[in-house]
């Protein structure tokens, strides 16, 4: 059973900066799994924000582009999420999650996280 502990969150101004961390554990033994985050703002959907894969390859939903950054230690088994130049839009739980299957941006990931705030005033 895979088990995902995400920290990080905080209270920012617009401009300001956060990273996010997603210890995980309870990884069986020579499976690759692909990782991502996902924001769910007060009374609207989760969404796909950014995932990273094989060979380290990543995607992004439009919105954080160029100001998100997603990243992986692979020893410390912890995923991670660079936010720059923070936006009030960008206020919500962030969740990672963590799959066998590569899901995208879908929020059909088999194990989550029970999120960290994020709130970011203007």
């Known amino acids: 059973q895979v088990h995902l502990v995400e920290s990080g969150g905080g209270s920012v101004q617009a401009g300001g900066s956060l990273r996010l961390s997603c210890a995980a554990s309870g990884y069986t033994y020579s499976s690759y799994y692909y990782m991502a985050w996902f924001r769910q703002p007060p009374g609207k959907e989760r969404e796909g924000v950014a995932t990273?894969?094989?060979?380290?390859?990543?995607t992004y939903t439009d919105s954080v582009k160029g100001r998100f950054t997603i990243s992986q230690d692979n020893v410390k088994n912890t995923l991670y999420l660079q936010m720059n130049s923070l936006k009030p839009e960008d206020t919500a739980m962030y969740y990672c999650?963590?799959?066998?299957?590569?899901?995208?941006?879908?929020?059909?990931?088999?194990?989550w996280g029970q999120g960290t705030q994020v709130t970011v005033s203007s």
């Open positions: 999650a963590a799959d066998r299957i590569d899901r995208g941006l879908l929020p059909l990931y088999n194990y």
């Open positions: 990273i894969g094989l060979f380290g390859r990543t």
